[in-house]
């Protein structure tokens, strides 16, 4: 009912920058909060940072100062601009969405498919 599709992922030398999208698309009415998540080989998945539908926000520590999330409301959009990239930001990018699609039923869960974002030399 609702597909999230992301994209902006790539290869990346330490120190770049890379700027993340995932648009949300289907049977909308609002969307709460959108997240980033990341999951690097070998480790769980983290959240990286979240926004929620009036703009406030939250970030790992491992990213604070470097990465910047926001959203486009009448896009159904959310971004991650990530500055100053350190090859341990290595990971499968995966964003996530609570979303509702009508005035009366309860949020779901949905999440993108993942890009890959690579930092090395």
């Known amino acids: 009912q609702v597909q999230l599709v992301e994209s902006g992922g790539g290869l990346v030398q330490p120190g770049g920058s890379l700027r993340l999208s995932c648009a949300a698309s289907g049977s909308i009415f609002s969307i709460n909060a959108m997240n980033w998540y990341r999951q690097a080989p070998g480790k769980q998945r983290e959240l990286v940072a979240a926004?929620?539908?009036?703009?406030?926000?939250n970030y790992a520590d491992s990213v604070k100062g470097r990465f910047t999330i926001s959203r486009d409301n009448a896009k159904n959009t959310v971004y991650l601009q990530m500055n100053s990239l350190k090859p341990e930001d290595t990971a499968v990018y995966s964003c996530?969405?609570?979303?509702?699609?009508?005035?009366?039923?309860?949020?779901?869960?949905?999440w993108g498919q993942g890009t890959q974002v690579t930092v090395s030399a």
């Open positions: 996530n969405a609570a979303v509702q699609h009508d005035r009366y039923s309860d949020y779901s869960q949905y």
């Open positions: 926004i929620a539908s009036g703009g406030s926000t």
